[in-house]
């Protein structure tokens, strides 16, 4: 991740429609911002850096050592499930695919963890991976327990008390090519147990940076029909 994030199309392409998203919804003035599992801080360091003031929490030491290479400030090392913080601390939580990985136990804990560290006007931003009958080598490689609908994210939302904004799918555009590639897996499965992460796009990744990113307004405002991806805006 520390390695490809930063030019990597499809980090590029999420970036352009996470600042549609939070453009469109998210107008709290400098909010205190819990990017809750960081991974290796490119999020937190650039753009939401932008927004408000960002602390990072993340279960992983060695993702935290990545986030210090980029001179991130705030740091916990935590778990989503039980946050080392005080009630009511941040404006805005950020989670971008972590829910939905082995190491989270239960989502609905999580969710009552975000739920309880922010304000009582405060917002959530969840991305996840789409469609469970999507599974493929990647999802293997990421430890991936459970992909999600936007009806299900709705519910989980739902139950643990936020009132759900915008609800979207997003990566829509290339979902075909997602689907072939997921489905050729299954007949021909490779040899290898990269992630997605690992293909190298070449010359083509400006082109499918271009493709995700160009889905940005439409993702923020009316929203998509279905996607690779969820993303949802949820009110406390």
Request: contains cysteine; charged residues 20%; hydrophobic residues 45%.
């Amino acid at each position: 991740m520390y390695q490809v994030e930063e030019r990597h199309w499809w980090y590029q392409g999420m970036e352009a429609v996470t600042r549609a998203v939070l453009n469109r919804w998210v107008h709290i003035p400098q909010p205190r911002i819990l990017d809750a599992g960081c991974g290796t801080g490119a999020a937190m360091t650039t753009y939401l850096a932008e927004y408000g003031k960002v602390t990072g929490v993340d279960l992983y030491p060695q993702a935290l050592d990545f986030c210090r290479k980029r001179k991130a400030p705030r740091l916990a090392c935590a778990s989503v499930l039980n946050l080392p913080f005080a009630s009511a601390s941040f404006e805005l939580v950020t989670s971008f695919d972590v829910l939905y990985e082995r190491a989270v136990s239960s989502d609905v804990v999580a969710l009552a963890e975000f739920f309880r560290v922010l304000t009582p006007t405060g917002r959530i931003l969840l991305r996840l991976p789409a469609y469970d009958w999507l599974r493929g080598q990647h999802d293997k490689r990421v430890h991936t327990n459970l992909r999600y609908t936007k009806k299900l994210v709705k519910e989980l939302l739902e139950q643990n008390g936020f009132v759900v904004e915008h609800l979207s799918y997003a990566n829509t555009w290339l979902f075909p090519l997602a689907l072939i590639k997921r489905l050729s897996e299954r007949i021909f499965p490779p040899k290898d147990n990269q992630s997605d992460l690992a293909l190298n796009a070449g010359v083509f990744n400006n082109i499918l940076k271009f493709i995700l990113a160009s889905e940005a307004p439409f993702t923020a405002h009316i929203g998509l029909p279905y996607g690779l991806s969820v993303i949802a805006v949820g009110r406390k």
